[in-house]
C-alpha cells in the first residue's frame, strides 16, 4: 500500500500565503509525475500543478506566477508554495502521486487524503 499524508492547510487572508505538503509512505519501488489538484464546492477536481521526477513544473493558468511546486525525492515529498492567495483559490486540495510498487509493476496514481484551503478576510 501507499500513503498519502498532507499537511499545510487553513484559514488565510486574501493576499497570504500557505505552504502544503504531501508525504508518500509504504510499499513504494519509484514515485514518477506528483501533483496538486483541488476541488472547490460545486466545481469540479482540477489540477493545480504538476512536477515531474526531473523537476519540470506545469501550472494551472489561473495559479501560474503565484503557485510554486517543489519535490524532495529522497523524502517521497512533494510540496506547494501558495502566495498571493485570492478567495477564489478556497477549495480542499488533494495530492497526487503516480508510484510503482515493484520493478515490474504497473504505475498507479495514488490521492491524499485533502486538505481545506479558505481564503477569507
Known amino acids: 500500500q501507499v500513503q498519502l499524508v498532507e499537511s499545510g492547510g487553513g484559514l488565510v487572508q486574501p493576499g497570504g500565503s500557505l505552504r502544503l505538503s504531501c508525504a508518500a509512505s509504504g510499499s513504494i519501488f519509484s514515485i514518477n509525475d506528483m501533483g496538486w489538484y483541488r476541488q472547490a464546492p460545486g466545481k469540479q477536481r482540477e489540477a493545480v500543478a504538476v512536477i515531474t521526477r526531473s523537476g519540470s513544473t506545469n501550472y494551472a493558468d489561473s495559479v501560474e506566477g503565484r503557485f510554486t511546486i517543489s519535490r524532495d525525492n529522497a523524502k517521497n515529498t512533494v510540496y506547494l508554495q501558495m502566495n498571493t492567495l485570492k478567495p477564489e483559490d478556497t477549495a480542499v486540495y488533494y495530492c497526487?502521486?503516480?508510484?510503482?510498487?515493484?520493478?515490474?509493476?504497473?504505475?498507479?496514481?495514488?490521492w491524499g487524503q485533502g486538505t481545506q484551503v479558505t481564503v477569507s478576510s
Open positions: 497526487q502521486v503516480r508510484a510503482r510498487r515493484c520493478i515490474i509493476c504497473n504505475e498507479y496514481d495514488y
